[in-house]
């Protein structure tokens, strides 16, 4: 005889209660089973409402139904007990992505279906009176969908089912019998056939704008590795740079002292071998000084007169060593060389990064700024009054004589021997020598020149000698239209460094050192002039027709 292989799934045997393979099972009067303790419960927690349903087909009785124990249920699973039966039902709870079964009281199971007629979720276990009375058959089933009140009309809780083009939203078939009876109105399938295209076009632009996006996204990926393959670049750049001057800077620095210590062995040994010489002839003079006060106590006349004639004559004083003793004991040119290097040094420690922000921008930018070394010249600064004597006549002084114009009308100003009668130029009163002295200038026009001058350049007529840089006695900067050049004994140098209309005028007499700056929100230096100055020099200046310059008044607190 054939052994029957009996094949069982949980599901078959589980209690829709406990959704466990059923213990004690018990059939009520519909035909469905339960363990005796699950139905039990349940019809307690309903007692009050004197209605017992079942949990599965919903079938109510009015006196709760007498419950017995399903003998062949009982035996069928007991003598399955060796049967291996897959009682495990965990794949089948539902999951926080799965749509649960609404009828499971406790543990819920993954719904299957979703009826649209009942409005209720079902899972495989609670569906079967769907699959198995007539009654349900008309229901319409669905793939399980969460949310169903987004599917139900507000107004009448119905099913929505139609879509409202007039409206442009979907509605159930009471709302279109009353409100939208005149509407124009499509089931949703037609609705969605018709916005296939337009989704479809919607879709494919915002491919093309992901595209666009992921490009631009790509484009600044790569930006930001060039930022920082660039800003890389120039670490090391300014690294090997900021190195390399710094050895350069030691180096230079033990190479000064070097020198300025060689200079000083050099002129020490001198002194040392006068002194060696003086030393060697006052020891001479003092041995012959002793011999004639030995020679004047004698009382021997022979041997007086004998000795007398090699002591009569003392050393004549051209034999006597000549020393000068400076304490500039360095050659002038290396000393206005050293000078113009402490200054270069100086200048390099006054650079400083100043934060900006401009309004209505939050990013704050930087720039460099020389920000202390103006700070520094203004301890230098001196006050300047021009001289109407030495004033042009078609120029006129102002404000104390501090600032001048230049203009087509002359001033009648009385004959001096000092005064300029053919170029717009005049001086300053001040002599300047023996010390440092810094002062600033501001010029509105087209044409202007400022400088320093010996006295004794010529004031009479139109010749080389009297015109500010073009002779041996003075030094200029020369403002053409913004555009500038430096003159010095009629020899032009262009300027192509920027310039603004306030210049700073520095002279380190001592040092040789003549130098102009253009002064804005930093101090750029436009050219220096380096040589021996021999007399003490006056500021000067040429003003061109319809301009005028004004002598800055400075203090070393101006910011």
């Known amino acids: 005889m054939a052994v029957v292989q009996l094949s069982m799934s949980a599901d078959q045997y589980a209690c829709s209660v406990c959704l466990e393979v059923m213990k004690e099972p018990v059939t009520i009067p519909c035909g469905h089973s339960y363990c005796m303790g699950c139905i039990n419960d349940f019809w307690d927690q309903s007692d009050k409402e004197g209605v017992y349903n079942c949990p599965q087909c919903r079938k109510a009785f009015n006196v709760r139904p007498e419950l017995n124990r399903n003998t062949v249920l009982t035996d069928l699973l007991e003598k399955v007990k060796d049967v291996r039966v897959d009682v495990s039902l965990s794949e089948s709870y539902a999951g926080p992505d799965d749509v649960c079964c609404d009828v499971c009281p406790v543990k819920k199971l993954k719904a299957v279906k979703t009826c649209m007629t009942c409005l209720v979720s079902y899972c495989d276990i609670h569906l079967q009176p769907h699959r198995e009375s007539g009654a349900y058959k008309r229901h319409k089933l669905e793939e399980p969908t969460e949310n169903l009140e987004e599917k139900l009309c507000a107004k009448h809780q119905k099913v929505l089912e139609i879509f409202c083009r007039t409206d442009g939203t979907c509605v159930c078939l009471l709302c279109v019998a009353t409100e939208h009876k005149s509407h124009d109105t499509v089931t949703p399938e037609e609705e969605r056939a018709g916005r296939e295209s337009q989704l479809e076009e919607t879709q494919t632009e915002l491919e093309n704008q992901i595209e666009e996006k992921e490009e631009k996204l790509e484009e600044i990926k790569e930006t930001i590795e060039r930022i920082q393959s660039s800003a890389e670049t120039e670490v090391q750049e300014y690294e090997e740079t900021f190195k390399s001057v710094l050895e350069y800077i030691e180096k230079l620095r033990s190479e000064v002292i070097d020198v300025i210590r060689e200079y000083e062995r050099r002129e020490v040994r001198k002194a040392e071998e006068l002194i060696e010489q003086l030393e060697k002839e006052i020891k001479e003079l003092k041995w012959r000084d002793a011999e004639l006060d030995e020679l004047s106590q004698t009382n021997d006349h022979i041997h007086f007169l004998k000795k007398f004639p090699s002591f009569c004559h003392p050393p004549t004083e051209g034999d006597a060593p000549e020393l000068t003793v400076d304490k500039d004991f360095l050659p002038e040119a290396l000393r206005m060389n050293l000078s113009d290097l402490k200054m270069s040094l100086e200048e390099t420690r006054d650079w400083e990064f100043v934060k900006t922000s401009e309004e209505g921008v939050e990013d704050s930018s930087f720039i460099l700024q020389n920000v202390r070394f103006r700070n520094r010249l203004l301890q230098y600064s001196c006050p300047l009054t021009l001289d109407p004597n030495t004033a042009q006549t078609c120029l006129q002084l102002l404000d104390e004589n501090r600032k001048v114009t230049c203009d087509e009308t002359e001033t009648p100003y009385p004959d001096h021997p000092e005064r300029f009668d053919y170029y717009g130029q005049v001086l300053c009163r001040e002599a300047l020598s023996g010390t440092r002295c810094y002062w600033e200038v501001e010029w509105t026009g087209d044409e202007f020149d400022i400088g320093v001058?010996?006295?004794?350049?010529?004031?009479?007529?139109?010749?080389?000698?009297?015109?500010?840089?073009?002779?041996?006695?003075?030094?200029?900067?020369?403002?053409?239209?913004?555009?500038?050049?430096?003159?010095?004994?009629?020899?032009?140098?262009?300027?192509?460094?920027?310039?603004?209309?306030?210049?700073?005028?520095?002279?380190?007499?001592?040092?040789?050192?003549l130098s102009f700056y253009s002064v804005s929100d930093i101090v750029t230096l436009l050219y220096r002039f380096n040589t021996s100055f021999t007399e003490p020099l006056y500021p000067a200046f040429w003003v061109g027709e319809n301009c005028s310059l004004t002598i800055c008044t400075l203090s070393s607190s101006d910011q």
Do not use: M, Q
Request: hydrophobic residues 25%.
């Open 453 to 513: 001058t010996y006295k004794g350049i010529e004031r009479k007529g139109e010749g080389d000698e009297c015109r500010l840089g073009c002779n041996d006695k003075s030094w200029s900067l020369y403002i053409n239209d913004s555009s500038f050049s430096v003159w010095h004994n009629n020899i032009c140098t262009d300027i192509s460094t920027p310039s603004s209309h306030r210049i700073g005028v520095y002279l380190d007499y001592a040092a040789g050192s």
